[in-house]
């Protein structure tokens, strides 16, 4: 194979040095000629590459990479797009959680009005982004995307860029699938697994292991433990992470049918999460007080001694699924992986243009669905009411209409009354001034 050109957008992000790491040790079976790293934050992405850079020296010598702020020289030519922006940054999502918690309700990144929030500040430059693909990339690229609130970016982006070539991704299972081989004692490229849902709203229905079904044993290990294990997940280990992986065990035993997706503490214990949470200190602050703080600790260590500690950062689920799924899109035989995908039938009683979470066939061919069927009543009455509230922000923002986003949050299962939601949407309107489309 040919040595592939792979734009990471959103070059500045704390994922990037982990994310080429992971390009760079599949060198192998995936060759990369060359890495461009994008980013409108030329001083934040600058710093970051310094250790990308030593990332580079250190695994692929023969790797081209470099930053840009140009969109032509980050695109021209490229055949992979690996998409992972934060609009707003951290101090954007830091408000996101705080407002919603000061009126009492949910505050986090990608569910409740934290995520419909962030989702109105990212659907508009992801369409900018997709439109400079368009025009500059190799016209069989792949855009891979993890930027959030993914279930709404996806949304989104199918209604206004329909036939763009983009993948949305979650690592989430991922990581869940990691933490189920350490229970199961087996390696996790031998679970395979069915899952239906939408993005951090879904629930896994069965789990094989080379074949053998182990669901009713690792429903005995989250009915006691939730998804705690003995090797802690490198991403997902920090005390709140902790915390909702041993929430699992609650969620478990209440609705003991599936296995559920980490995020949906939020909307099934939404009252108990914001009991749990200090209004002053979010998770935004955790992050920058650690995975942020630990990045950038290094880089300036770096400018001062030279020397540079791989420690600092991590590849985790994160870096070796999008590059799995790259090499994949690559390969005739290529492989299995849950991604977001227009549903289309695939779930039989979801509405047709629903963004689902549901296993997937991804090769050369590109993404082929499975059929997953009918789900329960339960179940699709709790994701009707998501699926809805997300239809109504995406909606909202094309028609600049407030009446809809009030329904997208009044909608939204983490929220009580249309007081609250109109509380919150009020606050927020005013916090995302620079950001949000406007709403009349
Ligand atoms: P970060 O703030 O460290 O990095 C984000 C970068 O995006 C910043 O450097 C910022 O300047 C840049 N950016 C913002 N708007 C941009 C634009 N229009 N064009 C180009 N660059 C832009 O954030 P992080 O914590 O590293 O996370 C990055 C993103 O990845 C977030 O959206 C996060 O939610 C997402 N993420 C998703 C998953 C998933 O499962 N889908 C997993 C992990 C992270
Ligand atoms: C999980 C989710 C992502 C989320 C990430 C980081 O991996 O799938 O969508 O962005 O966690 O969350 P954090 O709170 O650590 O920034
Ligand atoms: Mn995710």
Same mark, same amino acid.
């Given at each position: 194979m040919e040595g592939k050109i792979i734009t990471i957008v959103g070059g500045g992000s704390t994922y990037t040095p982990g994310v080429v790491k992971a390009i760079l040790l599949k060198k192998d079976t995936f060759? +990369?000629?060359?890495?461009? *790293?994008?980013?409108?934050?030329?001083?934040?992405?600058?710093?970051?590459a310094i250790i990308v850079r030593e990332v580079v020296k250190a695994t692929c010598p023969e790797c081209n990479f470099f930053t840009t702020t140009d969109p032509e020289t980050a695109f021209k030519n490229s055949d992979f797009i690996f998409a992972q922006i934060r609009v707003g940054k951290y101090a954007m999502?830091? %408000?996101?959680?705080?407002?919603?918690?000061?009126?009492?309700?949910?505050?986090?990144?990608? #569910?409740? #009005?934290?995520?419909?929030?962030?989702? !109105?500040?990212?659907?508009?430059?992801?369409?900018?982004?997709?439109?400079?693909?368009?025009?500059? *990339? /190799?016209?069989?690229?792949?855009?891979?995307?993890?930027?959030?609130p993914a279930a709404i970016v996806a949304l989104a982006l199918k209604k206004l860029r329909p036939n763009a070539r983009i993948i949305n991704i979650c690592d989430m299972p991922v990581a869940i699938i990691n933490g189920m081989a350490d229970i199961l004692h087996c390696a996790s490229k031998d679970i395979a697994v069915n899952y239906f849902g939408l993005n951090h709203f879904g629930w896994f229905t069965d789990i094989w292991v080379n074949g053998d079904n182990r669901f009713n044993e690792l429903k005995e290990h989250v009915l006691e433990h939730g998804y705690l294990c003995d090797v802690p997940d490198e991403q997902h280990w920090e005390p709140s992470w902790v915390h909702t992986y041993? /929430?699992?065990?609650?969620?478990?035993?209440?609705?003991?049918?599936?296995?559920?997706?980490? &995020?949906?503490? &939020?909307?099934?214990?939404?009252?108990?999460?914001?009991?749990?949470?200090?209004?002053e200190?979010?998770?935004?602050?955790?992050?920058?007080?650690?995975?942020?703080?630990?990045?950038?600790?290094?880089?300036?260590?770096?400018?001062?001694?030279?020397?540079?500690?791989? %420690?600092?950062?991590?590849?985790? *689920?994160?870096?070796?699924?999008?590059?799995?799924?790259?090499?994949?899109? #690559?390969? =005739?035989?290529?492989?299995? &992986?849950?991604?977001?995908?227009?549903? =289309?039938?695939?779930?039989?009683?979801?509405?047709?243009?629903?963004?689902?979470?549901?296993?997937?066939?991804?090769?050369?061919?590109? +993404?082929? %669905?499975?059929?997953?069927?009918?789900?329960?009543?339960?179940?699709?009455?709790?994701?009707?009411?998501?699926?809805?509230? @997300?239809? #109504?922000? +995406?909606?909202?923002?094309?028609?600049?209409?407030?009446?809809?986003?009030? @329904?997208?949050?009044? !909608? /939204?299962k983490t929220i009580k009354s249309s007081t609250q939601a109109k509380a919150i949407l009020d606050e927020m309107i005013e916090a995302n001034k620079e950001y949000w489309p406007p709403l009349k």
């Open positions: 060759p +990369v000629k060359e890495i461009r *790293a994008y980013d409108i934050d030329e001083q934040r992405q600058n710093d970051v999502r830091e %408000k996101d959680e705080k407002i919603s918690l000061k009126h009492g309700a949910v505050g986090q990144e990608t #569910c409740g #009005c934290g995520g419909l929030a962030y989702g !109105l500040r990212t659907i508009y430059p992801m369409v900018e982004i997709l439109d400079m693909v368009e025009k500059y *990339a /190799n016209p069989k690229h792949w855009i891979l995307n993890y930027s959030n041993g /929430n699992m065990k609650y969620v478990m035993n209440r609705f003991p049918e599936y296995l559920p997706n980490t &995020y949906l503490q &939020y909307y099934l214990l939404s009252q108990d999460i914001v009991d749990d949470s200090n209004p200190y979010t998770r935004a602050n955790e992050v920058m007080d650690g995975r942020e703080k630990t990045l950038f600790n290094a880089i300036n260590n770096y400018k001062e001694t030279k020397v540079y500690d791989d %420690k600092m950062f991590v590849v985790g *689920a994160h870096g070796t699924f999008i590059v799995e799924l790259a090499e994949s899109l #690559c390969s =005739e035989k290529g492989g299995r &992986y849950l991604l977001i995908v227009k549903n =289309e039938g695939a779930v039989a009683n979801l509405p047709d243009d629903a963004m689902v979470e549901i296993p997937c066939y991804v090769s050369l061919r590109g +993404v082929e %669905k499975t059929s997953v069927g009918h789900i329960p009543t339960f179940h699709k009455g709790l994701l009707e009411q998501q699926y809805a509230s @997300e239809k #109504c922000l +995406v909606e909202g923002a094309i028609e600049n209409s407030y009446l809809k986003v009030l @329904e997208a949050f009044t !909608l /939204n």
